[in-house]
């Protein structure tokens, strides 16, 4: 099978760097194009501040970095972007309009109308947004979003408890990981041994984006989900792997028990397409009491780092509600793993290639 | 004046040393005696693993420790308990019947309907239990309780809440120091670099007590209030201070200002009275976005570790609920410093003394 | 090819759980029997506290731990053993005895005469006292002990040094990790942002180690190494990991870049004899000015964690020193890695097998 | 008395900050003026990211920042600096011309031979270069330094151990806190559960220093000190406190006995003059086995921070050398707090005034 060739934009930064040990060894898509705004013209290993615990992958580090523009991809069937989102304002739609399928994780277009906002196993059919993107914007290509770090795992476990129990409210307290701050992202003299009790903007992009990817398609454009959502999120001192209580209400009475069923039975495309990304279980649910703790389960499941872990699903306040505890790999599920997943989706229906 | 003299029941434990160090220099109590089991009869000083920053106040470093027995009290005006549930459950009620003031940080008697569950600012009127609890239990002295420590920051911040606007409901996540899992408590293997989504027993009595403290006496009996709580609580790589989310629901409208003035003037009877462990504010809020930090303010205010810290007040869904982020002081507030101000309240009301 | 029949004593503590996990898919070891004294008779998923990031391997999950008598393991070839100190001093001879090949991690029986402290890299050749052990104490079996975690990384790099420079003298800081410390092991309450500078009978433990390691035999029995060794022993709070730093001296000049070439050519027994677990480099040689980094680099090497790995290489005063610091994974390298090990190289040159 | 008035520059970076706390109530010197580049105009308590525990004493907070030039102070009698080196290498020697005594902890000018690097308990006499200097660069004002953090503690120690038994070399291993780095400093994604080998350009200041400060003068001019320094700095997941282990040889035999005693009897001018910032021992040794610890111990003595505190003290190889472990607070005594006591040392030796 011809794989895939892929480009990516901003593959020197922390959130870049996963994309590399992700497709070092991928069966379907070769990471072809290194793309780097200061670095470029420079050999990857000797430009990148390498944060990761294994090696840069060996056909990487002598790779030289391209500049950020669409002729440095020319080869290639699809981009991923990693940039932040002030250059991926900018950058994002050259590549867009010069044909490219872009899927991108920054912030900078996940909540325009016409861009579908993707996590592979909740809402694969919002990638149907792509045709009126192109037509509405000129592009040949297209651009395609995957959501906030903490938005991610929170959603995919609202799905079924959306489908199922028409789950009205999510009342959300977030402890996350300072991996989800980039590099150099939080000092440590301000973590160390602390609690920051916010993070600029999240609260509101969790909580607008959650609507959206829950919400459905009429006519050729996506509603926004009526379930409404509290969050407080708080930095704590921990690597990787963001940590969620949620609060869920219904309107009736839900048991832990049929939660737990629901959350356990949920699939979506990309375990019905048996995608290379796809972890077997979307969701796994854990019976221990003290679980899921990001040292010790972050990494779990067929794909590691693709499954969110919950555990503690116990009843709330009257029979109307549950709670329960989830935690979702910020940096794989929560980034570079939900973007190769999409693309690994998009390709399989034929959204992808030029 | 005269001053109040203290035994103190598991001296050498990590919640015991407070005491030492906050009656070092107390106006009105001395504390003369020190209790422990295993290392009656030797030296405070090298029996001790002492936990603190600062060093063994000097008095206290070379002094006997005595026997857990009413005996060695007995020049004593009341005893502080800082001993574990099980000891507690057995030593109390001996120096309760023999008729010494015993005020007890242990969860042992707190739920006992007739044991006064105490936060001074909030509940001082329900020591008017002392003296049914007396007739029924044949005892000359007493037993007073002070709460969990992550039930006392909460409740504290409930009070004005419920009493300004009818607080209904509480749906709290807590990030809860290590210092109050006691020594040796949590293993480092378990908690660096790590959540633990996870405190036994805990949530049950954050829940049980809370309303107990804010229930209302009704003919010498306290009935429990009828505001709800649910709350997940956490272990997180902190020294000091538990941090909790508030998401605070009434029964019509209430604006984060209406809260926050509310908050800010509440004041109770050790304020009043001026007590000496008082805080000049119960509760300070902050302004600042990012506040507040266990790091930064868990020993604000004008007694430090006293007063409780609130930040991030601001609306839930829709216009009757609100938001906020709270931190105590697990280990001053949270334990000896509440138990010394019942002791301060209750002199001055003529509950203590033989 | 038959594999060897392996047991295991301690199996359900923090160093006996590395064991599963390494010896899970291992190619010539079978891991027939987990014994347990505690838990004996209960499932191993079931009654161990399992510290690891990765899962149970799935074929120990439900595996009866039997109880740590000889009869346990009668089809068994070998017998690990991860049992604390005082436990080993009993049980191992009577494995021993009984006609075993005993390896152990315990400090019981390490400095005896007739007992081989092994590194298969450094000392193969120390596994001839077995014939006079067998001798001198009547047994059918035999024990062979592996090092303290901290002497494991040191000795390997000083190995060099001495054949190749005639180290003399070193001169070392340790760094150490928590899990060195095994379950529960050091509180959080002590090492959360803190360094506690010592670690009981650490240092003593090391110094003679290594003379013993790095010893020559004479007629059968091993002399102590003239090498001199001064460490102070920290404990850091990093999970996995010793770090240490080398401050040698020799007899006469000796330039880093010498230094750093007798490191990386460095090989032993386990590389000539391609065992399963020998890292291709035992010594990686990094060359950036701030490596190794316990997050980045403990998982380094071609079999990871088996490799210690050292940078900064650098002139001490004058031109007759070296400085330079290394880093080696305390529970793979320092304990169940370098026990295979010894197995694989004892299999190889028919030491085991009954 | 008339207090001393002072101004700082680089008043609102995290090393300032430290000045305003030491300085809020200082008894001889009243912090006047408050200077900035950035934010000059600014208030300062507006403008400044606040990173201590305890809140800018009241009196600063509505100060407005001064531009960082000598019109700014004119009313003050010195100046202090915590300005990084390359702002102090260009604005310090404008105050000093200006006709203020400057002190300053930047590295800009430590190393210039007619500049005194000063620890007030080591080395007052070399304030005695302030005449020659003078003369030399035409200034009416003075340049006076203090030494890098890590020397600071390190050198103290050193010298009883110099005159008392002719310390010859130290083999020195760091241990960091993270606030040595100032603010944004190291991110939190590089240390957390880690230890960074190296510390850009700190091994050799701190040579370079140590052999500095400990020379003795020889007509006008200070000649380096012979003795010899190798150090391997390290930094931790610490928040103030530097840890070093020290291997320090003699020329003849030293037994820890007398280590410990003249350490433990080591005095300097501040002590002897009774300076308010002068702890009553510079040098605290603890006995037990597990100390100094930076949590426990980094604020004792009587001036908190003031005084290094040294455990561990034992023989080394052989009978010429001794081990021993120091801690001092990094941001007090390594910084503010020899600055401090540099500044009353001066005003009564009679250097400072106009």
Redesign the interface.
């Known amino acids: 099978m011809r794989k895939l060739r892929a480009a990516l934009l901003g593959s020197t930064g922390?959130v870049g760097q996963r994309y590399l040990s992700m497709l070092a060894n991928h069966p379907s898509i070769k990471l072809e194009v290194l793309m780097g705004s200061r670095s470029a013209g420079e050999r990857y290993g000797e430009s990148t501040r390498w944060?990761?615990?294994?090696?840069i992958p060996g056909e990487f580090s002598s790779r030289k970095i391209a500049p950020s523009r669409p002729e440095s991809a020319k080869e290639c069937d699809l981009v991923f972007s990693a940039l932040p989102a002030e250059a991926a304002a900018e950058i994002e739609p050259e590549f867009a309009e010069a044909g490219f399928g872009v899927i991108s994780e920054s912030s900078a277009y996940r909540m325009n109308r016409d861009v579908p906002l993707i996590i592979p196993e909740v809402n694969a059919d919002h990638l149907s947004l792509i045709g009126p993107q192109r037509k509405k914007r000129g592009w040949k290509g297209s651009l395609v979003t995957t959501p906030n770090c903490t938005a991610t795992g929170l959603v995919i476990v609202m799905k079924p408890l959306l489908d199922g129990f028409g789950l009205r409210?999510a009342?959300v307290?977030s402890?996350q990981a300072?991996?989800g701050?980039g590099?150099?992202?939080?000092?440590?003299?301000?973590?160390?041994?602390?609690?920051?009790?916010?993070i600029?903007n999240e609260e509101e992009k969790v909580a607008a984006e959650s609507r959206k990817i829950l919400g459905s398609r009429h006519n050729g454009s996506i509603g926004e989900s009526s379930m409404?959502?509290?969050i407080?999120c708080?930095r704590?001192?921990?690597?990787d792997g963001h940590?969620e209580?949620l609060?869920g209400e219904f309107p009736g009475p839900v048991t832990p028990r049929e939660a737990i069923d629901s959350l356990r039975k949920f699939r979506g495309p990309p375990q019905r397409l048996r995608l290379p990304s796809a972890p077997e279980q979307p969701i796994i649910v854990r019976n221990e009491?003290?679980?899921?703790?990001?040292?010790?389960d972050?990494?779990?499941g067929s794909v590691p780092g693709m499954s969110v872990v919950v555990?503690?699903v116990r009843n709330?306040?009257g029979g109307n509600?549950v709670?329960l505890?989830l935690l979702s790999h910020n940096t794989i599920r929560g980034a570079a793993g939900t973007a190769i997943l999409t693309a690994e989706l998009m390709e399989k229906q034929g959204f992808l290639g030029r």
């Open positions: 922390a944060l990761q615990g294994e090696p409210r009342i307290t402890m300072v991996s701050a590099f150099p992202g939080v000092p440590s003299l301000l973590i160390t041994e602390n609690v920051i009790p916010y600029k409404e959502v509290a407080s708080n704590v001192p921990v690597i940590v209580t609060y009491p003290d679980r899921p703790q990001p040292r010790l972050r990494l779990a555990g503690r709330g306040i509600s709670q505890t």
